[in-house]
């Protein structure tokens, strides 16, 4: 009997000891953050990233049009641009966001007409990538062959 109470006492002691836990607020609070935290950060840092990823793209396409606008413009051509020159004049405009380097490939191409255009693709077929880019932006500035 004695042991039957003791066991009893001891349940409701910590039926007690579990009512007494959940009404507890203090806390509270930072159980929650810590709860939360981490989806937040997590959601706070894919959003950082994927700005910077849109900033520098629109970096290197603002870049690469005014850059192709020296050629369309005949610019490039008076001042006798070569290859490493125009990718000077494309990595200038990028301000350190990709690796000029490595990491940029200029390929100027000419074509007589539109219909005439074939683009090799720069891929073998393992994927990688063959560097066979050239530079010939044509002798004439866009428009003034009367087209």
Request: aromatic share 12%.
């Amino acid at each position: 009997m004695w042991a039957k109470l003791a066991t009893s006492v001891r349940r409701l002691k910590s039926v007690r000891l579990a009512r007494r836990f959940v009404r507890q607020q203090s806390g509270v609070a930072a159980v929650e953050f810590g709860m939360v935290a981490v989806p937040f950060l997590a959601l706070i840092f894919a959003i950082l990233e994927s700005s910077v990823i849109f900033f520098a793209g629109q970096a290197l396409e603002t870049a690469v049009a005014d850059s192709g606008r020296l050629i369309m413009t005949g610019q490039a051509q008076q001042q006798g641009f070569d290859q490493a020159a125009f990718k000077n004049s494309v990595c200038a405009k990028i301000y350190g966001l990709f690796d000029c380097a490595n990491g940029i490939f200029i390929d100027v191409k000419s074509f007589p007409s539109f219909a005439a255009m074939t683009m090799p693709s720069p891929l073998d077929a393992q994927g990688n990538l063959v560097n066979n880019f050239g530079y010939a932006p044509g002798n004439e500035p866009f428009g003034s062959s009367g087209c």
